[in-house]
């Protein structure tokens, strides 16, 4: 079973503190992706890599940076956390194995969430 | 214009009861189709994958393309209380390219 893994179901942060959200997974998959998830506005991208090293932004970059310094391990960075980034944050990882018609080739697997408040 | 809409409004069904969901969409390259599921304090999981236009079915469920209106569905037969979930449509348009554009979602209750 493919398995995304959050460091953290619940935070709780200050305004102008930096914070760090890591993900794991477990399956080895080249891409993994950060999202939000907001009521009303559904879920947006914030970055996504391809392969170690690499990162693009999504349609929501401003205000947060991203790190794959590992295969397995994707991290989202709030350089100056601000109460607009209280959200839902996702994490997801897939696949470029399969063809291009396959469903692997799209699926995306989620991590649980983390739920960041910032106060 | 965002590039697929879902009304977000949720939806309440007594268990039994049809349930129907729907995406429009304006990128005509989109020809990569899901629906996926969230449970409450859960991340989505997928549902169900199209290719193109056509239907596909998976026991109570029914996933339907329909490109030359640029519209999909979910249809859930005999709804149960375990349907009770946030559903989220997402399509891409290329191979290769895992980038995914996502519905708002819409949340569902089954009522036992």
């Known amino acids: 079973d493919v398995k995304v893994t959050q460091s953290s179901r619940y935070l709780v942060k200050r305004t102008g503190e930096k914070v760090f959200l890591e993900c794991v997974q477990d399956?080895?998959?080249?891409?993994m992706f950060w999202y939000r998830q907001d009521p009303g506005l559904g879920l947006r991208l914030i970055y996504f890599?391809?392969?170690?090293?690499?990162?693009e932004k999504g349609d929501i970059p401003e205000g947060y940076s991203v790190s794959r310094e590992k295969k397995e391990r994707f991290s989202l960075i709030l350089e100056s956390a601000s109460t607009n980034q209280t959200s839902m944050y996702l994490c997801?990882?897939?696949?470029?194995?399969?063809?291009?018609?396959?469903?692997?080739?799209?699926?995306?697997?989620f991590g649980p969430g983390t739920r960041l408040t910032v106060t | 214009q965002k590039e697929v809409e879902q009304d977000p409004g949720p939806l309440s069904v007594p268990e039994g009861a049809i349930v129907s969901l729907n995406c429009t969409y304006s990128n005509s390259a989109f020809q990569y189709f899901m629906w996926y599921r969230q449970y409450s304090r859960k991340g989505p999981e997928l549902l169900m994958y199209t290719y193109s236009s056509g239907n596909k079915e998976d026991g109570r469920f029914t996933a339907q393309v329909d490109k030359s209106s640029k519209y999909i569905s979910l249809f859930i037969r005999d709804s149960q209380p375990s349907d009770s979930a946030t559903y989220l449509c997402?399509?891409?348009?290329?191979?290769?390219?895992?980038?995914?554009?996502f519905g708002k979602g819409n949340q569902v209750v089954v009522i036992p």
């Open positions: 997801a990882s897939s696949s470029n194995s399969g063809t291009d018609l396959s469903q692997s080739s799209y699926e995306q697997y």
């Open positions: 399956m080895d998959h080249e891409n």
């Open positions: 890599s391809y392969d170690v090293k690499m990162k």
């Open positions: 997402a399509m891409s348009a290329s191979y290769g390219n895992n980038r995914l554009a």
